[in-house]
């Protein structure tokens, strides 16, 4: 069974993004043709990126990222639910994608955002990260807006618009996740060149 982690991006005291990843949870454990987990970093508590050789090596030196390598690699794909901090992701979700490269490699990756408006641009700089994390990105997502969606900005309060947006995400995130299985089950590396570029930095 195609198995999807909802990956919860931020770990703010307060955040909004929990209830919304357990809003997008709930959708998506009424479907049958994918296995689906919330997976919070709050419980892969990451410190700033420690690991002295380039993640294209996959080798890892600190148990945290050998926790969080290992339960990344049970997934065919993700749901990346992120807010917008100064026009982009969180920092945190940023340093947790860092940690790891053939883990990402050939699997999709959907998005739902919130903020001011709708978390649209933390989603494009995510497309990008993505890209070079060989991460294919689905079209549909999900843009929440704070303003609309949050009762005065603390509770969140989803229209009944937004439900059917999460299902297309959904299918295209499920149907381009098992295209991509056969692919990802022997992991990409970085060419030589990329490894000891990033090394060298």
Known sequence: M???????????????GEAVAKWV???????TDAEFELVDLADYPLPHLDEPMSAAWGNYQNDHTKAWSAKISEFDGFVFVTP?????TSGVLKNALDYLYAEWNNKAAAFV??????GA???????????????ATVRA??????LTEFKDFREFTPSDYLEPQVDTMLDQLVAWSKALAPLHAAPATADA?????????
């Open 84 to 88: 917008e901090y100064n026009h982009s």
């Open 193 to 201: 060149d990329e490894v000891e570029e990033t090394v060298a930095a």
């Open 2 to 16: 195609t198995k999807i982690g909802i990956i919860l991006g931020s770990t703010r005291p307060g955040r909004n």
């Open 113 to 118: 955002s919130y903020g001011g408006v709708g």
């Open 141 to 146: 997502q999900v843009a929440i807006s704070l």
């Open 25 to 31: 949870t709930e959708i998506a454990s009424r479907r």
């Open 121 to 135: 641009r933390a989603v494009e700089h995510l497309r990008l990260i993505a890209s070079e994390l060989q991460l």
